[in-house]
Each structure stands twice: as structure tokens, then as C-alpha cells.
């Protein structure tokens, strides 16, 4: 019997605090990616530089600098890893669609994030052997991919009327091109 995975879906903040916490983390995420937030980080290396005869490089002085940054990397880290959260989720939404759009895809490859180790070395063993099967093929400037694509370009042109797409992926709407 077939595993079923399901992805694990972060719930939206439902308290106040939670969504101000999250918009909060948004705000600064963008902002610490910008130039102005480069800009001001070397400002303040640079003033701390300059200041280090006026207290005499002392372990105080140091000791500024180095808790100021640890406590600034420490925080980065929960908003990066944040941000690359968000973008991994969004990425792997927008390849499951592919996947499930494509005729002829595998639909095992839907949430293939969830899968156990060795399930996926199964599927990379899969899909290694078919890349060496093309690499057999005896010419390398050929693609599988692209021979297929116009084949199932023709055999919708034959068809002469347009396939409606299922729910879900456009909403019923005609497609030439699906």
C-alpha cells in the first residue's frame, strides 16, 4: 500500500502578537537586504575604527564591537533562516503546480520534499538511469525532452480543439497551450 506525505503547512498567525511578529520579520528581512543596511553596517565598522584611539583600543572598546555583532548575527539568523523557509515553500508550491499541469508527469514527484531518504535515492537512481539511457542515445545535442514537447505539441494541434484544463489549474479555462 502506498505512503501517503503530507506537506506540513505553516498556519498564518492568528493572535495579534503572531501576525505583527511576522509582518515585523518581513519589514526587516527586506530592509537588512538593502544597500542602506550595507551602507549603515560600514558606518558603524568605520566609527567604531575611528574611535579606537579616543579609548585607547581598549578591551572595552573591543568588547562593543564583538557583542554588538554577535548579537546582531545571532538575530540574522532566525530571519534568514525565516526567508529561506518562506522562499524553499514557494519554490516547491510552484514545482508541484508544474508537475501537476504537465501531461504525462509524474504525479509521484508532487511533494517530493516529503519523501524519506530512501525514497528519494529510488527516484535518483530512476532518473540517473534515464539520463544515461539519453547519453546512449549517441547524439548528445538531441533532447528527449524537446522531441516529446513537440510531439505532444502535434497530437494537440491534430486534436483541433482547444483542451480544457481541469479545476485547479487555470480554472476550466481553454488553452491552446496546455
Not at 45 to 72: E, K
Not at 97 to 124: C, D, P, Q, T, Y
Amino acid at each position: 500500500m502506498a505512503q501517503h506525505h503530507h506537506r506540513r503547512y505553516r498556519k498564518p498567525p492568528t493572535s495579534g502578537v503572531g501576525r505583527a511578529l511576522e509582518k515585523g520579520s518581513q519589514a526587516v528581512t527586506h530592509w537588512v537586504g538593502s544597500s542602506w543596511a550595507f551602507a549603515i553596517a560600514v558606518l558603524v565598522v568605520v566609527a567604531w575604527v575611528v574611535t579606537g584611539p579616543l579609548f585607547g583600543f581598549s578591551n572595552t572598546w573591543q568588547l562593543i564591537i564583538n557583542t554588538t555583532t554577535t548579537i546582531g548575527t545571532f538575530l540574522m539568523v532566525f530571519l534568514i533562516q525565516r526567508a529561506q523557509n518562506k522562499d524553499a515553500l514557494a519554490i516547491q508550491l510552484k514545482l508541484d503546480e508544474l508537475v501537476a499541469a504537465v501531461h504525462g508527469a509524474s504525479n509521484r514527484l508532487i511533494s517530493v520534499e516529503e519523501l524519506s531518504e530512501k525514497e528519494l535515492n529510488a527516484l535518483h537512481r530512476h532518473y540517473h538511469r534515464l539520463a544515461e539511457m539519453a547519453k546512449q542515445d549517441g547524439d548528445l545535442l538531441k533532447s528527449h525532452s524537446i522531441e516529446e514537447a513537440e510531439e505532444r505539441h502535434r497530437a494537440k494541434l491534430g486534436s483541433g480543439e482547444p483542451r480544457v484544463k481541469p479545476a485547479g489549474n487555470g480554472g476550466g479555462k481553454r488553452d491552446r497551450h496546455s
